[in-house]
């Protein structure tokens, strides 16, 4: 092999290990579980024409190899902020089922990874939030609430959904915004309780807790769990348990107070 | 009456979570209506005055079980479906009353709901554990890839 084939044949082994890796960073940071991660960066090695890949998902890091006729090659890139974007998940699902096709080369692939990756939230931040307290306030029905606490359970979901959100910004530990959007809604609806608003304060706080309620972890962790990857199971599990916690501390705290 | 205001919102609530969790436009309303029919299975289980347990077990079955159909037909990712609709069966109320309970220095009560509450969330994944062995075992050719 000439030199030059020699270099252009490396480089393009760097490009679909960055397809790959790029498209498991994006699907690892918006929510999907740890198999389907490692699931589509080796069947997109694999329609690329690596034989073989391997790849190691927890989720704080991903390690990627994938063995040529080099010297194998490994990549290791580290995750450090995990949100929830299912969109995310289903545009790199999609573009990987159209490698597969064989629609796409790997710099066109890569391309549109990396305009997904940086790809804005589908709704803005006033919908989820005005969601969240939609979702509160019918949570409050199906949990046997009355129609008069319903406003109040939406007005303060929506509040404390949108205290996650803010104090997240601003201080990046997760419990802690967890733990003072529990204090919020805990306060308010004692508020509420107090001031003649709302009647049942039990019901009205387990309607507007609910979008806190680490829901996407636990199911993640079961599922990962189920696949055989216990590593990444037990710590979305561990993950799980701590936000449900610091819920469940910041509720305290105003239980205790009254 | 009761059952109408469920089958509504339960319906919002799901699909709220979808754009909580920034689920695409069009899958709305299957995430809506996955965690209804979720939670309607529940509803009426209970209200027939079978147990949380096994109504949670039956109604998270169903659940993975049409998100799965869901996530075949559309060709999207099976988590969209599932997680809007397992979020209703989270036992908050039963964990928020162990806690309630633990804070309030009776421990009786809290443990009985505290293991409720762990029993319920070990049914959900028992549901979602039985659709999967099914579907597995329905394409054994392709073990490979779950969902």
Aim: net charge negative; with cysteine; proline share 3%.
């Amino acid at each position: 092999m000439e030199i030059e084939d020699m270099e252009q044949y490396l480089e393009e082994q760097y490009d679909i290990m960055d397809v790959c890796l790029l498209a498991g960073k994006i699907m690892l940071e918006s929510g999907a579980e740890t198999y389907r991660v490692e699931d589509t960066m080796m069947r997109i090695a694999k329609n690329y024409g690596i034989k073989e890949s391997h790849s190691y998902v927890t989720p704080t890091g991903i390690m990627f190899s994938i063995e040529t006729e080099e010297p194998t090659k490994t990549k290791l890139i580290r995750i450090s902020d995990r949100t929830t974007d299912l969109n995310k998940v289903v545009l790199v699902n999609s573009t990987s089922r159209r490698i597969a096709n064989g629609e796409l080369d790997v710099p066109q692939a890569y391309r549109i990874l990396k305009r997904i990756d940086k790809d804005d939230e589908t709704y803005s931040l006033g919908t989820r939030i005005a969601a969240a307290a939609i979702a509160s306030g019918c949570f409050l029905m199906m949990f046997q609430g009355s129609w008069a606490d319903f406003i109040p359970a939406m007005i303060i979901g929506g509040l404390g959904f949108a205290t996650v959100v803010y104090i997240h910004d601003l201080v990046l530990i997760k419990f802690f915004s967890e733990f003072m959007a529990a204090l919020v809604v805990g306060l308010l609806a004692a508020g509420a309780v107090l001031t003649g608003l709302g009647q049942e304060l039990d019901k009205i706080i387990i309607g507007s807790v609910m979008p806190l309620v680490p829901g996407l972890l636990i199911t993640n962790a079961v599922r990962d769990l189920i696949a055989g990857h216990f590593i990444s199971g037990l710590s979305k599990g561990a993950e799980a348990f701590l936000t449900a916690f610091a819920i469940g501390s910041g509720i305290a705290v105003v239980v205790t107070l009254l | 009456m009761d059952i109408l205001i469920n089958i509504v919102t339960s319906f919002i609530a799901a699909a709220g979570f979808g754009i909580i969790f920034n689920a695409p436009k069009e899958a709305l309303w299957k995430c809506g209506l996955v965690g209804m029919l979720g939670w309607m299975a529940y509803f009426v289980l209970t209200f027939q005055g079978i147990g949380e347990v096994p109504a949670t077990i039956a109604a998270a079955f169903m659940i993975a079980v049409i998100s799965q159909a869901f996530s075949r037909v559309y060709k999207a990712p099976i988590i969209i479906y599932i997680v809007s609709g397992i979020i209703p069966l989270v036992p908050g109320g039963t964990a928020y009353n162990a806690m309630r309970s633990f804070v309030t220095n009776d421990y009786n009560m809290a443990l009985s709901f505290a293991a409720k509450a762990f029993m319920v969330s070990g049914s959900i994944a028992m549901g979602i554990v039985l659709s999967e062995v099914i579907s597995q075992i329905m394409k054994q050719s392709r073990l490979k890839r779950i969902g």
